[in-house]
C-alpha cells in the first residue's frame, strides 16, 4: 500500500460533515443576511480586508466554515486555536510569530479561536494589544452571547456578525448536494433516499447542519445495499438521527426561561407549556419551573385570584411526593390555572412602595397604642389603653397603625379584576378610603 492509498484511506475516515465544508463564498450554505454580493462581510472576504470579528450562532450554522472561507481567501497566515485547551503561553506563542512575520514579511496573521466566550481574562489580556496594534486578526467562533460571556475589551473590538439557524429548505438543499457529490460526498454509493427521510433529517436536524449530515451518514453507512442500491426509508432516517439532543446554550437558555416568564404573565397556557417542556428536554430542573409558576401567582395573579398561590404550591408538593413523569401533570396543571386566571400586579406594586418607605422613611416611631406594652415604660402602657381591638368592634374598627410619617400611606389598592372586586365591596362596607 501507497501514500495515496494511505490518504485514501485517511479521508474516508473523515466525517462527512467535516468532508462537506464548504471552502468559498460560492459554496457557502445560508446566513444570506450578512454574506450577500452587497454586504459587508462578502467584501471584506474577498478583499482579504477582514479585521477582528466575532461569529456567534447556534451549533451546525455555519461558524467555523465561515472561517475557513477566509483561511482559503487570504495570504496571510492561519491559526486555530480552541479557547478550551490552548493557554497564556499559546497565545502568546502566536502573538509573537505574527508580529515577527509582519515585520519581516509584511503578511498578517488570523487568529481563529473556538469556543471563544471560554477565554479568560488572562488569555484576553494577552491577546488584546495584539489586536489593538493589528499584529493579529483575531477571529472568534462562539455559540454564547459574546456581549454577556466574554471579555468587553475584546468584543469592543470586534465586529459581530450574528448567525441563525439554518431553515429546513438549507439543510435539505446540503444533503441532496452530499449525495451527489463523488469527491467528497456519498456520490459513488448509488444512494436512493425517499423524500419523506429527507425531510425527516432536515427537519429534525432544527437547523443544525452538522447532526443532518451525522445522520444522513449513519443512515447510508448502515443501510444495507440490495442489487447495488442504498435504498434510505423514512425508517432508516428516523434510526440514525432519532431525536436532536434538545440541549441549549446559555444565552439561549435565559431566553426561554423569560419567554416562559412572560407566557404566564401574558395568559397564553400553549405557549408556557411549551417553554416548560423545551426548558425541562433540554435538561432544566422542573423544580425551577414551578419556583417561577408559584412567583407569577403572586406578582401577577396575585389578589385577583389567591386560589393561583395555592394551585401552584400544591404543585410543588405533589412533584416532590410523585418525581418524574407523573409530576409534570400537576406542574402543567398549575401553569394552565395561572395562565387563564385574572391578572393583577397589586400585591407586588404595595410590596415595592413598602419596601420604598421602609428604607427611606426618616420617622419611623410606632404608634404607642400598638408598641408591646408588656415591657414598655408606665406611659407606654397607659398609652396601649388606647388599643381598640377590632372583635370589641364587630372585626374592624379605624386606627392608626403606621407612624405618625406615614399615616396616610396607601401601599395596596385593588384593581377590578376577579377577586380584588370583592375587596373593594368589603374595603367599601368597612368605610375605608381605598
Known sequence: MDLFDLNKNADKNVPLAERMRANTLAEFLGQE???????????????????????????????????NVIANNTDGNFVKLNAVSCGVADVKKVVDKARED?????????????????????????????VERGDVIFIGSTTENPYASMTPAIVSRCRVFELKRLSDENITTALKKALKDKEK????????????????????????????????????LTTEAKDGVVHITLKDAEESIQQKALSFDEQMYYDMLSAFCKSLRGSDANAALYYMQRLIKGGCDPLLIIRRVIAHSAEDVGMADPNALVVSTSALLAYERMGLPEGLLPI????????????????????????????ENKDDTVPPWVKNAVYGSSDDK????????????????????????????????????????????????KGKDN
Not at 477582528?52 to 455555519?62: A, H, K
Not at 407612624?403 to 380584588?420: A, Q, S, T
Open 102 to 130: 509582519l515585520r519581516m514579511f509584511g503578511k498578517k496573521t488570523y487568529l481563529l479561536l473556538d469556543e471563544c466566550h471560554r477565554f479568560n481574562k488572562a488569555q484576553s489580556d494577552s491577546l488584546l494589544p495584539a
Open 185 to 220: 460526498g456519498l456520490g459513488n454509493m448509488n444512494i436512493v433516499i425517499d423524500d419523506d427521510a429527507l425531510s425527516h433529517i432536515a427537519r429534525t436536524a432544527a437547523g443544525d447542519l452538522r447532526v443532518a449530515y451525522n445522520a444522513l451518514e449513519l443512515a447510508a
Open 33 to 67: 443576511h450578512i454574506v450577500s454580493k452587497s454586504g459587508l462581510l462578502f467584501r471584506a472576504i474577498k478583499l482579504d480586508r477582514l479585521g477582528s470579528c466575532i461569529f456567534w450562532g447556534p451549533p451546525g450554522c455555519g461558524k467555523t466554515t465561515l472561517a
Open 382 to 429: 397607659a398609652a396601649a389603653r388606647q388599643y381598640k381591638y377590632p372583635h370589641d368592634y364587630g372585626g374592624y374598627v379605624k386606627q392608626q397603625y403606621l407612624p405618625d410619617g406615614l399615616k396616610d400611606r396607601v401601599y395596596y389598592i385593588p384593581k377590578d379584576n376577579g377577586y380584588e372586586k370583592t375587596v373593594k365591596e368589603i374595603r367599601k362596607r
Open 332 to 359: 402543567s396543571e398549575a401553569i394552565i390555572y395561572v395562565c387563564e386566571a385574572e391578572k393583577s400586579n397589586s400585591v407586588v406594586m404595595a410590596m415595592d412602595a413598602a419596601a420604598k418607605d421602609a428604607t
